[in-house]
Nanobody
Framework: QVQLVQSGGGLVQAGASLSLACVAPVRDFSRYNMGWFRRPPGKEREFVGAITWSGATFFLEDSMAGRFAISRDNAKNTVFLQMNSLKPEDTAVYYC????????????????????WGQGSQVTVSS
Protein backbone atom coordinates (compact mmCIF):
# COMPACT_ATOMS: atom_id res chain seq x y z
CA GLN A 1 0.00 0.00 0.00
CA VAL A 2 1.28 3.44 -0.92
CA GLN A 3 0.71 6.47 1.30
CA LEU A 4 0.33 9.80 -0.41
CA VAL A 5 1.96 12.62 1.55
CA GLN A 6 -0.06 15.76 2.17
CA SER A 7 1.03 19.17 3.41
CA GLY A 8 -0.74 22.42 4.12
CA GLY A 9 -3.97 23.13 5.94
CA GLY A 10 -4.48 24.89 9.24
CA LEU A 11 -6.75 27.38 10.97
CA VAL A 12 -7.96 30.46 9.13
CA GLN A 13 -10.75 32.98 9.31
CA ALA A 14 -13.68 33.00 6.93
CA GLY A 15 -12.78 34.56 3.60
CA ALA A 16 -9.15 33.50 3.75
CA SER A 17 -7.28 31.17 1.41
CA LEU A 18 -5.37 27.95 1.95
CA SER A 19 -3.49 25.58 -0.27
CA LEU A 20 -2.97 21.85 0.13
CA ALA A 21 -0.32 19.80 -1.63
CA CYS A 22 -0.17 16.06 -2.13
CA VAL A 23 2.91 14.16 -3.26
CA ALA A 24 2.34 10.72 -4.72
CA PRO A 25 5.43 8.47 -4.54
CA VAL A 26 4.17 6.21 -7.31
CA ARG A 27 5.26 5.25 -10.78
CA ASP A 28 3.47 6.76 -13.74
CA PHE A 29 1.85 9.48 -11.66
CA SER A 30 1.16 11.44 -14.83
CA ARG A 31 -1.12 8.68 -16.11
CA TYR A 32 -3.60 8.74 -13.23
CA ASN A 33 -6.50 11.02 -12.48
CA MET A 34 -6.39 12.41 -8.96
CA GLY A 35 -9.14 13.40 -6.57
CA TRP A 36 -9.74 15.37 -3.41
CA PHE A 37 -12.27 14.43 -0.73
CA ARG A 38 -13.14 15.81 2.66
CA ARG A 39 -14.78 14.67 5.86
CA PRO A 40 -16.53 17.41 7.82
CA PRO A 41 -16.84 16.84 11.57
CA GLY A 42 -19.55 14.32 12.32
CA LYS A 43 -20.36 13.78 8.65
CA GLU A 44 -19.61 11.31 5.88
CA ARG A 45 -16.73 11.69 3.48
CA GLU A 46 -17.66 13.80 0.48
CA PHE A 47 -16.20 14.51 -2.94
CA VAL A 48 -14.43 17.83 -3.44
CA GLY A 49 -13.07 17.57 -6.96
CA ALA A 50 -10.81 15.75 -9.35
CA ILE A 51 -8.27 16.47 -12.04
CA THR A 52 -7.46 14.52 -15.17
CA TRP A 53 -4.09 12.85 -15.60
CA SER A 54 -2.92 15.55 -18.01
CA GLY A 55 -4.03 18.37 -15.77
CA ALA A 56 -5.98 19.87 -18.63
CA THR A 57 -9.32 19.63 -16.85
CA PHE A 58 -10.54 19.60 -13.28
CA PHE A 59 -13.99 19.24 -11.80
CA LEU A 60 -15.41 20.51 -8.53
CA GLU A 61 -18.46 19.81 -6.46
CA ASP A 62 -21.01 22.57 -6.96
CA SER A 63 -20.60 24.11 -3.52
CA MET A 64 -16.91 24.64 -4.18
CA ALA A 65 -16.97 25.70 -7.80
CA GLY A 66 -15.64 29.21 -8.26
CA ARG A 67 -13.82 29.13 -4.92
CA PHE A 68 -11.55 26.09 -5.18
CA ALA A 69 -9.17 24.98 -7.90
CA ILE A 70 -7.15 21.85 -8.54
CA SER A 71 -3.86 21.69 -10.38
CA ARG A 72 -0.97 19.29 -10.71
CA ASP A 73 2.72 19.22 -11.49
CA ASN A 74 3.44 15.86 -13.07
CA ALA A 75 7.18 16.48 -13.03
CA LYS A 76 7.00 16.58 -9.23
CA ASN A 77 4.29 13.95 -8.73
CA THR A 78 2.24 16.56 -6.94
CA VAL A 79 -1.39 17.63 -6.98
CA PHE A 80 -2.68 20.83 -5.38
CA LEU A 81 -5.94 22.07 -3.96
CA GLN A 82 -6.25 25.84 -3.81
CA MET A 83 -9.07 27.00 -1.57
CA ASN A 84 -10.25 30.62 -1.66
CA SER A 85 -13.07 32.46 0.07
CA LEU A 86 -13.22 29.78 2.71
CA LYS A 87 -16.37 29.36 4.76
CA PRO A 88 -16.90 27.77 8.17
CA GLU A 89 -18.74 24.91 6.44
CA ASP A 90 -15.50 24.08 4.62
CA THR A 91 -14.08 22.90 7.94
CA ALA A 92 -13.04 19.28 7.43
CA VAL A 93 -10.19 16.85 7.08
CA TYR A 94 -9.16 16.90 3.45
CA TYR A 95 -7.74 13.88 1.61
CA CYS A 96 -6.07 13.44 -1.75
CA UNK A 97 -6.40 10.16 -3.58
CA UNK A 98 -5.30 8.42 -6.75
CA UNK A 99 -7.91 6.95 -9.08
CA UNK A 100 -7.22 3.25 -9.61
CA UNK A 101 -7.46 3.31 -13.41
CA UNK A 102 -4.37 4.18 -15.45
CA UNK A 103 -5.07 6.46 -18.43
CA UNK A 104 -8.63 6.85 -17.20
CA UNK A 105 -10.92 8.64 -19.61
CA UNK A 106 -13.03 10.27 -16.91
CA UNK A 107 -12.78 11.34 -13.30
CA UNK A 108 -14.99 9.89 -10.59
CA UNK A 109 -16.81 11.07 -7.48
CA UNK A 110 -16.86 7.54 -6.03
CA UNK A 111 -14.25 7.19 -3.26
CA UNK A 112 -14.17 3.42 -3.77
CA UNK A 113 -12.60 3.94 -7.16
CA UNK A 114 -9.52 5.50 -5.56
CA UNK A 115 -6.78 3.18 -4.37
CA UNK A 116 -4.11 5.28 -2.67
CA TRP A 117 -4.88 8.00 -0.14
CA GLY A 118 -3.13 10.78 1.71
CA GLN A 119 -2.97 10.94 5.47
CA GLY A 120 -5.41 13.84 5.67
CA SER A 121 -5.02 17.57 6.35
CA GLN A 122 -7.12 19.45 8.87
CA VAL A 123 -8.67 22.66 7.59
CA THR A 124 -10.54 24.76 10.14
CA VAL A 125 -12.35 27.93 9.16
CA SER A 126 -13.56 30.21 11.93
CA SER A 127 -16.41 32.67 11.49
Amino acid sequence: QVQLVQSGGGLVQAGASLSLACVAPVRDFSRYNMGWFRRPPGKEREFVGAITWSGATFFLEDSMAGRFAISRDNAKNTVFLQMNSLKPEDTAVYYCARHYLKDGATTSTNPYEYDYWGQGSQVTVSS
